[in-house]
């Protein structure tokens, strides 16, 4: 995988993960995209690191809360010809101007040159179609029924992870008397 290649795959995941959260979100996904990268882990005590990946950790640490654009995420994640083995993408923030998408990415490098994981398939999440990249959606607590493990129950605001916990059980609290409610009536 080229450095264009692996900026083409960002582009395809973040349109992939602007659908996937407008299917289940409210909220009006502006154009203006920045990017928050973050690696999965912030402890340095890991025996399995390479040099080069200690290096290139200790360098993203320091910008964990940046806002970046999608060039300066490929120069900071496309590092002599490796990538990090797999990298989670979220729609973390919707404001009227601005969509804010977080990147967790795996501290472990994976040579592009290899283009196979431990079991020999390829890159991670390769059957979506932009490797390394894994689209996800942070699915609200209130939006998840319970009892019948039914996840689509309704639509939620993707900004829910910034409202205070106490607007957050409030919500929730909301949204189950709703669904108590309209379950009752169904009978």
């Known amino acids: 995988m080229t450095r264009e290649e692996f900026a083409v795959n960002l582009q395809a995941a973040t349109r992939f ?17 920045q990017y928050l990268i973050q690696p999965d882990n912030l402890n340095e005590h890991a025996p399995y690191l390479k040099e080069l990946e200690m290096v290139r950790f200790r ?21 002599d010809g490796q990538v990090p083995a797999w990298i989670n ?15 967790l990415f795996d501290r472990l490098l994976w040579p592009v040159a290899m283009n196979t994981t431990a079991d020999g398939n390829g890159y991670y999440h390769a059957g979506e179609g932009y490797p390394p990249f894994h689209a996800l959606v942070h699915i609200a607590p209130y939006a998840f029924n319970r009892q019948s493990g039914d996840k689509s129950q309704g ?5 829910w992870q910034r409202w205070p916990w106490n607007l957050r059980l ?5 949204w189950h008397r709703l669904l108590r409610s309209f379950t009752r009536w169904r009978k």
Not at 17 to 28: A, D, G, I, M, S
Not at 155 to 159: A, E, I, R, S, T
Not at 170 to 174: E, G, I, P, T, Y
């Open 17 to 33: 993960t602007f659908e996937l959260t407008h299917r289940l979100c409210t909220n009006q996904l502006a154009e203006k995209v």
């Open 59 to 79: 360098a993203r640490k320091v910008e964990v809360g940046r806002r970046f654009t999608a060039d300066e995420v490929v120069e900071r994640l496309w590092v």
């Open 89 to 103: 993408m979220t729609v973390c923030r919707a404001g009227l101007r601005t969509t804010t998408v977080k990147l």
């Open 155 to 159: 639509k939620f605001n993707v900004n």
């Open 170 to 174: 409030l919500a929730w609290q909301k």
